[in-house]
Every structure is written in structure tokens, then in C-alpha cells.
């Protein structure tokens, strides 16, 4: 089994920074933020730093892309 399990991470060494998170034997956070309209999720969060990483675990590769990144084709 391998469980992928959301976060929201609180950054004390970056100013108290959000990211939205996803760890996996390792964590990924989101790259992409959207602003459509009045929506806008940088007022909380940043993009993430870890690029776009590839867990290898014992049921094969994976990749998590995190809500709106789904619209990016370099997450496909």
C-alpha cells in the first residue's frame, strides 16, 4: 500500500510561508496557483519549490499533481 496523504505545511523558516503539500515517502508541493477572476490562491499560498518529483515506490512510479496543476501539460 502506499498512502498519499495531503497537507497544508506551515513554513517557519520561510516567513511562515502555506504550501499546499502532498507527502509520499517525501512531499511535493504545489507548483501551480490559480487566479481566475476573483479567485485567487496566492493571497494564501505560493508555488512550490520541489519541482515536479517522481516517487518511486513498490507498486511502481508515481507522480501527484496537486488540484490545479491537472490544467498544466508538464504535470501530465
Not at 502532498?22 to 508541493?29: A, L, P, R, T
Given at each position: 500500500m502506499?498512502?498519499?496523504?495531503?497537507?497544508?505545511?506551515?513554513?517557519?523558516?520561510?516567513?511562515?510561508?502555506?504550501?499546499?503539500?502532498?507527502?509520499?515517502?517525501?512531499?511535493?508541493?504545489?507548483?501551480h496557483i490559480p487566479c481566475v477572476g476573483d479567485f485567487n490562491e496566492s493571497t494564501y499560498?505560493?508555488?512550490?519549490?520541489?519541482?515536479?518529483?517522481?516517487?518511486?515506490t513498490a507498486y511502481g512510479k508515481i507522480g501527484v499533481n496537486i488540484c490545479y496543476g491537472r490544467h498544466h501539460p508538464l504535470n501530465c
Open positions: 502506499v498512502t498519499v496523504n495531503p497537507i497544508l505545511e506551515r513554513d517557519l523558516k520561510h516567513e511562515e510561508t502555506i504550501w499546499n503539500t502532498v507527502v509520499i515517502i517525501g512531499k511535493h508541493k504545489k507548483n499560498y505560493l508555488e512550490g519549490n520541489t519541482g515536479h518529483p517522481v516517487f518511486e
